[in-house]
């Protein structure tokens, strides 16, 4: 059998395997659902008629700040769900099932392939699933169009791509599970520094270069503006070259661990 067969048909058994495996123990994956979700309802309820006055002048209410908070939810909770694949990663690591498979007649690449399908996957599905909570809150995007929905829809799947890419990193050079939870919590804590809870603007001037000067920010403003007409600028472009250079990163990064690890 060819090369690119091979792959085709070895990625999907490892895709049927992670699924199969995150299904059988849901508890880690809705540990890290919760907290957007949590986050979500804390700052609209809680936070929502006091921020609401930061954002958009005196006139504003909570329901704009709905509209403000969700963009910066839903890449909150893409950083989440990677944290999960780096520690599934690390978890094949430290058990040895990589190491049975290395001695099988299988692509070498099938296996990594397998957990960052698996995980985009799992984070459009929370993705979805934060989005339906933020509709019956109250969050409604009446001026975007269709072509702007699915632009947003890439732009998160994009954006899922390459953090998976870098968490599939931090699993495989994490000695335990432990470690590769810790290594990927700057996915988690990267959106509060953003612009996702309040505007650069409204921050001190010594930090707003921290949270204009990273991913997260371009690709919530990038949402904004496809979703609710905001200008978007130069963040557009900023967003897709981000997602780009941590997808190759993150490949590059994860290749060359895996094929030199002796575990």
């Given amino acids: 059998m060819s090369t690119l067969p091979l792959a085709v048909r070895n990625s999907s058994t490892m895709l049927r395997r992670n699924l199969l495996h995150a299904r059988r123990y849901p508890s880690l994956t809705l540990n890290l659902l919760l907290t957007p979700v ?21 006139g504003a209410d909570r329901a704009d700040y709905i509209a403000y908070l969700v963009p ?41 392939t397998g957990h960052v399908i698996g995980s985009v996957l799992q984070a459009v599905m ?18 975007a169009t269709a072509l702007e ?37 700057p996915l988690i804590f990267l959106p509060l520094i953003s612009s996702a809870f309040v505007p650069i603007d409204a921050m001190p001037g010594w930090f707003q270069p921290i949270a204009e000067y990273q991913p997260f920010t371009p690709a919530i403003e990038t949402l904004r503006g496809l ?16 997602c780009l250079a941590l997808t190759v ?10 094929d030199r690890d002796p575990r």
Avoid at 39 to 58: N, P
Avoid at 249 to 258: E, H, I, N, R, T
């Fill in 149 to 185: 929905w699915l632009a947003a829809f890439g732009l998160l799947v994009l954006f899922a791509t390459a953090l998976t890419w870098i968490a599939v990193g931090m699993g495989l050079i994490s000695p335990n599970a432990e470690a590769a939870s810790n290594n990927a919590l």
């Fill in 72 to 112: 910066g939810i839903l890449l909150m909770t893409i950083g989440g769900t990677t944290v999960g694949t780096a520690v599934s990663v690390s978890n094949d690591m430290t058990e040895g099932i990589i190491a049975r498979f290395r001695t099988m007649p299988i692509h070498r690449g099938s296996v990594i």
């Fill in 227 to 242: 979703l609710l007409g905001t200008e978007t600028g130069h963040n557009g472009w900023l967003a897709v070259a981000w």
């Fill in 38 to 58: 949590v986050l979500l309802l804390l700052f609209v309820y809680v936070f929502g008629d006091v921020m609401s006055a930061g954002i958009a002048g005196s």
């Fill in 126 to 143: 929370s993705v979805v699933l934060v989005g339906a909570v933020a509709l019956a809150i109250g969050f409604r995007s009446t001026d």
């Fill in 249 to 258: 990163l993150g490949y590059l990064w994860s290749k060359a661990v895996f």
